[in-house]
């Protein structure tokens, strides 16, 4: 079982080692792995140590996400006009 208190989507680049992750539920949460699984890892501390940060501050926290899910996709890539 992942245990994530907030959504978690992972993006797969060019680089076939290295992922970049963000939480559309956590706002400035991001981060980069070199796995899918170090992703998750690197996330589920990274979220908790994020809020801590956020409580420390007095800023807003989130509810966690009753259900989190985790996408894992390619990254996006921006439309040039």
């Given at each position: 079982m992942i245990d994530l208190k907030y959504s978690l989507i992972i993006e797969a680049t060019a680089d076939p080692n290295f992922f970049g992750f963000f939480s559309p539920d956590l706002e400035g949460f991001t981060g980069i792995g070199n796995s899918i699984e170090?992703?998750?890892?690197?996330?589920?501390?990274?979220?908790?140590?994020?809020?801590?940060?956020?409580?420390?501050?007095?800023?807003?926290?989130?509810?966690?996400?009753?259900?989190?899910?985790?996408?894992?996709?390619?990254?996006?890539?921006?439309?040039?006009?």
């Amino acid at each position: 079982m992942i245990d994530l208190k907030y959504s978690l989507i992972i993006e797969a680049t060019a680089d076939p080692n290295f992922f970049g992750f963000f939480s559309p539920d956590l706002e400035g949460f991001t981060g980069i792995g070199n796995s899918i699984e170090d992703c998750l890892y690197k996330a589920k501390w990274g979220m908790e140590e994020h809020v801590a940060i956020l409580k420390e501050q007095k800023l807003p926290i989130p509810e966690p996400n009753p259900n989190p899910t985790v996408t894992v996709q390619n990254e996006r890539l921006e439309k040039v006009a």
